[in-house]
């Protein structure tokens, strides 16, 4: 600290001021103490201005001492003033909820794919600074490459790069993104044992602002039922939840036709030999069932019951048979209490196409409650329709209360007659048949039912994975055009799935989405005149448990620069 003096027309001022770098990287200073004016100084400390000035001196010099003691004691003292205006262009607000991601980033070694990158391509652009800010930013405020750039310059850690490096850099981890992929498994290693020895997989689509076909954005079948072309996507996610790899394919495709390649790079470039297959019956076609009886695979599909041959439907449908899961006791159904939370099971040999199987057929009470209420209130709203009058054209929507509505629109003579509708009891019952009932085929012909069904429970869990991807992460609609650049895109989307599903399975599956994502978009800073921060969070249990985790502390009354560029290093496991 030093004295400085302000002179006016009729007097003269002491201050004691403190340098300091302010967030713009230009050396200024702040008044810490005023000591007078030369006229009251004299009278104490006089007689002479030389007089003042050292005594004026010696008191920064205390002062000085006095600030490095509480930088010790980790105490600080900050002068504000109320008729002092703010900076133009100062930055108050920062944005510090990343640096529990950038944790997962560094210890996914993204940093190191990204510096292998730079050494193949020879570009001058930071591309590992684009990749994580991108991803940060997808996590925490979802928005347009664009927009991406402006919410990274919140960021503690400024960006290092300029706008158009951003677009340069969507060309290379487009064309790179299956080295990407491989990366992110081979380095995921380092986090813990990886559970792929299940792999889930499923498909969704992302719908384009756009009214023409375009490359693979083609018309198909839309998630949103929009009218919109459309990209798919199929991915896999192993047993603990976390996203494996993915591909894209075109709209209008089948999606039983995306697994194969997909599962050949997972073969290949991975090096996954040995797993389960599990998925829903449309991606569980004889074709990809037999496929993945090949090797040390194995598969378990869910099977739909209506599909069965009529042999094996009619005995998925009969209420005897039945045990309990738990320990394998017989059980009749028709015993069973209304309240029951039980579940139960049946097996048989299943043989299609001369690949051996077991199908096992279960029942749930509490399922079928579920199933019994949803279709009275569908039974009540098509008695609705029925009474007003306004029966509409039956869609193909499963769920479309209108299906229960009978028409006859003919006499018993075959002669022309007005259409007449009517509530069809026959189509309702042979609904109910169906409740509480679920079935899957396996070729495990030994393992425990248990250890079977419980693999198959698992599958919710991709499409959570694809539920924060849609809306979390606000992964669609698209708005970019090149093929290229699309990829990158959603590259971008999974490895922010992968940080953040690392980052939950960190705090132990807790807390739910929601509620994590609340945190760390809250979890903001404010600068102190270039001193340091002060947190603007609520410190709870769940900010507690993520610096736990991460290994750091960011919950401090007041955080120096210094301590805040440790904290930093430390987010990167430094």
């Given at each position: 600290?030093?004295?400085?003096?302000?002179?006016?027309?009729?007097?003269?001022?002491?201050?004691?001021?403190?340098?300091?770098?302010?967030?713009?990287?230009?050396?200024?200073?702040?008044?810490?103490?005023?000591?007078?004016?030369?006229?009251?100084?004299?009278?104490?400390?006089?007689?002479?201005?030389?007089?003042?000035?050292?005594?004026?001196?010696?008191?920064?010099?205390?002062?000085?001492?006095?600030?490095?003691?509480?930088?010790?004691?980790?105490?600080?003292?900050?002068?504000?003033?109320?008729?002092?205006?703010?900076?133009?262009?100062?930055?108050?607000?920062?944005?510090?909820?990343?640096?529990?991601?950038?944790?997962?980033?560094?210890?996914?070694?993204?940093?190191?794919?990204?510096?292998?990158?730079?050494?193949?391509?020879?570009?001058?652009?930071?591309?590992?600074?684009?990749?994580?800010?991108?991803?940060?930013?997808?996590?925490?405020?979802?928005?347009?490459?664009?927009?991406?750039?402006?919410?990274?310059?919140?960021?503690?850690?400024?960006?290092?790069?300029?706008?158009?490096?951003?677009?340069?850099?969507?060309?290379?981890?487009?064309?790179?993104?299956?080295?990407?992929?491989?990366?992110?498994?081979?380095?995921?290693?380092?986090?813990?044992?990886?559970?792929?020895?299940?792999?889930?997989?499923?498909?969704?689509?992302?719908?384009?602002?756009?009214?023409?076909?375009?490359?693979?954005?083609?018309?198909?079948?839309?998630?949103?039922?929009?009218?919109?072309?459309?990209?798919?996507?199929?991915?896999?996610?192993?047993?603990?939840?976390?996203?494996?790899?993915?591909?894209?394919?075109?709209?209008?495709?089948?999606?039983?036709?995306?697994?194969?390649?997909?599962?050949?790079?997972?073969?290949?470039?991975?090096?996954?030999?040995?797993?389960?297959?599990?998925?829903?019956?449309?991606?569980?076609?004889?074709?990809?069932?037999?496929?993945?009886?090949?090797?040390?695979?194995?598969?378990?599909?869910?099977?739909?019951?209506?599909?069965?041959?009529?042999?094996?439907?009619?005995?998925?449908?009969?209420?005897?048979?039945?045990?309990?899961?738990?320990?394998?006791?017989?059980?009749?159904?028709?015993?069973?209490?209304?309240?029951?939370?039980?579940?139960?099971?049946?097996?048989?040999?299943?043989?299609?196409?001369?690949?051996?199987?077991?199908?096992?057929?279960?029942?749930?009470?509490?399922?079928?409650?579920?199933?019994?209420?949803?279709?009275?209130?569908?039974?009540?709203?098509?008695?609705?329709?029925?009474?007003?009058?306004t029966v509409k054209k039956v869609r193909k929507n499963p769920n479309?209360?209108?299906?229960?509505?009978?028409?006859?629109?003919?006499?018993?003579?075959?002669?022309?007659?007005?259409?007449?509708?009517?509530?069809?009891?026959?189509?309702?019952?042979?609904?109910?048949?169906?409740?509480?009932?679920?079935?899957?085929?396996?070729?495990?012909?030994?393992d425990d039912v248990q250890d079977i069904l419980k693999v198959s429970?698992?599958?919710?869990?991709?499409?959570?994975?694809?539920?924060?991807?849609?809306?979390?992460?606000?992964?669609?609609?698209?708005?970019?055009?090149?093929?290229?650049?699309?990829?990158?895109?959603?590259?971008?989307?999974?490895?922010?799935?992968?940080?953040?599903?690392?980052?939950?399975?960190?705090?132990?599956?807790?807390?739910?989405?929601?509620?994590?994502?609340?945190k760390l978009k809250n979890m903001n800073f404010a600068d102190i005149?270039?001193?340091?921060?002060?947190?603007?969070?609520?410190?709870?249990?769940?900010?507690?448990?993520?610096?736990?985790?991460?290994?750091?502390?960011?919950?401090?009354?007041?955080?120096?620069?210094?301590?805040?560029?440790?904290?930093?290093?430390?987010?990167?496991?430094?």
């Amino acid at each position: 600290m030093r004295v400085t003096t302000s002179k006016s027309k009729n007097s003269e001022s002491f201050y004691i001021t403190k340098s300091y770098i302010n967030p713009k990287g230009v050396s200024t200073s702040v008044i810490v103490r005023k000591l007078g004016t030369l006229a009251d100084l004299l009278v104490e400390h006089g007689p002479t201005r030389d007089d003042v000035m050292k005594w004026a001196k010696e008191e920064a010099r205390l002062e000085t001492i006095k600030y490095k003691n509480e930088q010790q004691t980790k105490s600080v003292q900050i002068t504000f003033h109320s008729n002092h205006q703010m900076d133009y262009d100062q930055q108050v607000f920062y944005r510090g909820g990343y640096l529990f991601l950038q944790s997962v980033y560094y210890r996914l070694q993204l940093h190191k794919t990204c510096r292998k990158l730079r050494d193949k391509y020879k570009f001058q652009y930071d591309m590992n600074s684009i990749l994580s800010d991108l991803i940060y930013a997808r996590i925490l405020e979802p928005c347009s490459k664009r927009s991406s750039f402006k919410v990274a310059s919140e960021f503690l850690e400024k960006p290092s790069y300029q706008l158009h490096d951003i677009y340069r850099a969507l060309d290379v981890l487009g064309r790179e993104c299956d080295f990407i992929q491989s990366e992110v498994y081979k380095n995921s290693h380092l986090m813990g044992k990886r559970n792929d020895r299940i792999l889930y997989y499923d498909c969704t689509n992302y719908y384009f602002e756009i009214e023409q076909e375009d490359g693979d954005k083609k018309y198909g079948k839309s998630k949103e039922h929009r009218p919109n072309p459309i990209i798919q996507m199929g991915m896999f996610m192993d047993g603990d939840g976390i996203p494996l790899a993915f591909s894209l394919f075109p709209g209008n495709s089948n999606e039983q036709t995306s697994l194969k390649p997909l599962e050949e790079k997972v073969l290949q470039d991975f090096g996954c030999r040995k797993f389960i297959y599990c998925s829903d019956a449309g991606l569980g076609s004889e074709k990809i069932k037999k496929m993945n009886h090949a090797g040390e695979r194995a598969f378990i599909v869910t099977q739909s019951i209506k599909k069965l041959n009529k042999e094996d439907k009619s005995w998925a449908l009969d209420r005897t048979g039945f045990k309990r899961v738990s320990d394998d006791t017989p059980v009749d159904l028709s015993e069973i209490p209304e309240d029951d939370k039980g579940l139960y099971y049946k097996d048989e040999p299943y043989i299609s196409r001369q690949l051996d199987q077991r199908l096992i057929v279960t029942y749930s009470p509490k399922y079928a409650r579920y199933q019994k209420q949803i279709r009275d209130r569908q039974v009540e709203r098509a008695e609705k329709m029925l009474e007003s009058g306004t029966v509409k054209k039956v869609r193909k929507n499963p769920n479309d209360p209108a299906r229960f509505i009978g028409k006859i629109a003919a006499t018993e003579e075959g002669e022309e007659a007005k259409i007449h509708t009517y509530l069809d009891t026959d189509k309702i019952a042979e609904e109910a048949r169906y409740d509480g009932l679920y079935a899957l085929t396996t070729d495990l012909l030994e393992d425990d039912v248990q250890d079977i069904l419980k693999v198959s429970e698992g599958r919710w869990e991709i499409e959570e994975c694809f539920r924060i991807m849609k809306t979390d992460f606000e992964a669609r609609p698209i708005f970019l055009h090149d093929e290229t650049r699309i990829k990158a895109h959603f590259l971008i989307c999974f490895l922010s799935l992968a940080v953040y599903r690392y980052l939950e399975r960190d705090l132990q599956n807790a807390y739910t989405c929601e509620t994590i994502l609340d945190k760390l978009k809250n979890m903001n800073f404010a600068d102190i005149q270039g001193q340091g921060y002060i947190p603007l969070y609520i410190r709870d249990k769940l900010t507690d448990e993520l610096h736990a985790v991460c290994g750091f502390h960011t919950d401090y009354q007041f955080i120096t620069k210094s301590q805040m560029r440790t904290i930093q290093k430390k987010s990167k496991g430094r």
